[in-house]
């Protein structure tokens, strides 16, 4: 099995509802480094499992597009917390669309599965992982 | 499938019995950054896997337990050499112990697998995973 | 020359005014990992420059402060932008404050400078240095 | 199950064939910081899953053989290109006949699997894992 | 004294003249990570040292000229060995020729100095710093 | 002014004496990550400051002497609390023995400075610099 990740990140505000965050239930932010992972059994005729760029260039559409904003704001959380666990998923979930859709190539055959991690400090971490 | 991680530290003295250990079998000391992984498929009422501030100080109790030791004391290793591999289970086995006690709430029903993965130096580092 | 760094974090949200900041002009968050370094020609009679638990301790009640807010509400940067330059320097003139107080100890008399780092990401970060 | 990780690092140049690759379709080269992973159920009667003194060693001299070299000119990639995956699967293949062939001690019944990452910058990496 | 810090990489081929390199005569490569300092004792009126937006696009156009080459082919590097303290210098000394020429917008009368720092790999490191 | 870096680690045991240790009172150990940094105006005929291959040899040693061992039971630290700032100083001076000595070539005439920083953990480091 093969895999290739490539990491970016994005600063967003957002708060917290529920007793069990404590302060961060303010308005407060965070920096999330974020590490995509393309998982898949086989490499292609270029003997790769994705291209690199291409991979980049998509993952900083998904991350960018989350960036620099109050995600309090944003519709599609509507009624959820964006806690690490949920920002993993989602973008995971928009990723993947996009390698359903084609957009990365050959990868769109071999890629098998992701993992998205999303760093919150140098001590907190989460991940997600989905099959394609 | 979700994971949450929270990173630790503890520094210990301790040796090792065993040719192939070479100048380890000498008294020495290790700082061990300590990685708990808490695994499941599903996030709660919340839209977190754990309650990373609970996680935080169950981990630190756990951790804090063993640090500023000589191992080579201590009743719960006699006869085992504390190898990074043994500490990462010995930690994991008690944090795991918390979780079915129930002492991290929600995720006490949630948490399926632990992974602890100690770092020993920047060049090596053992971990240990565990079902719930 | 001898310099002692501790390592602490802290999540905030915050905008910025000015056309040069872009899309960062928008609400948006950071987690800055902060080092705080302490400088000084001589080490006292435990051989240590500061007390590295008390040092801890302060740096966590400095950045602890600032944290999980979101800074356009906080009266103490009104009509500042909160750069990554800006809270550095806040933070180090307000451990400067508590090591002038006496508060770190022995480490009054021998920490002759301060340098505060705030990391906003993988790929970016900021500093200030003073004297004491 | 358990598992022990041990890092190094080799530099060498290379080219890669295909429209795909862009700019790196000319000659130029990278650090590959090389992390190997053994993984297995159980511990030896030493308390290890694996010598990490012999581990290395073995790992230095499978990743050595590579370093400093335009792989260009290996005839052992011939006709493929030394992509980040294949050079991963290539150590794996390398370090798996020397655990089978006995040369990592006790080890050799011990080691079920192996995770080879080579990061190939801050922002980039990837595995090849494979079971034994 | 303030600073901001970018970083950026580049993969690149080389090799070395000189006995004191031994196996690096030969042609290899290496991924150079790449920390660009701008040092400077005043911030402007948006309360910053440099707009790190426009500096970071000012190192990737830097760093992005000499990256997939081999550095052997440079007519800028004719007789020279291409060490990592000789690129930190070059790197330094074109965004130097940058922030000059006033392409680094206000930073251009605040930027005293700048520190250029490249990492080779995990355990090695140079740095070149010059004033303005 | 440049300067190359080049890291070692060492794994050690040792106790502190002095209330303001609390819990390090006791035996307990480190892993020191350690980071050697040789500072200098000028390279030499071959454009390099000091000889990475060298310089790593000889901090190995210097590093290597004091590892897998019980630092209260050596005679060099009687009386003298082993702490990372002294440890530093320690080794800061045995390598400016070996430069002073001539024991790194060409870098002799060159290197005009050092700065040695043990990294105790994640969370914290100490320096120790001087001038040769």
């Known amino acids: 099995m093969f895999s290739v990740t490539v990491r970016d990140h994005m600063m967003i505000a957002h708060s917290f509802r529920g007793e069990v965050f404590g302060p961060a239930q ?3 932010g965070a920096t ?6 393309f998982r898949g059994p086989e ?8 291209d690199i760029g291409l991979a980049t260039r998509h993952v900083r559409e998904v991350v ?4 620099y904003r109050n995600l309090d704001d944003d519709p599609d959380f509507a009624g959820v917390n964006t806690s690490t666990e949920v920002l993993a998923r989602t973008i995971a979930e928009r990723v ?8 990365l190539g050959g990868a769109t055959d071999q890629v098998t599965g ?10 907190a971490w989460a991940s997600y ?4």
Chains 1, 2, 3, 4, 5, 6 share one sequence.
Do not use: N
């Open 64 to 67: 960018g597009a989350l960036g």
């Open 26 to 28: 303010r308005l407060h």
């Open 43 to 50: 490499l292609d005729r270029d003997d790769i499992l994705v």
């Open 32 to 37: 999330f480094v974020v590490d995509v992972t």
């Open 114 to 123: 992701l993992v998205v991690t999303l760093h919150e400090s140098h001590v």
């Open 129 to 132: 992982e989905c099959d394609l």
């Open 96 to 103: 993947a669309d996009r390698v359903r859709a084609g957009d």
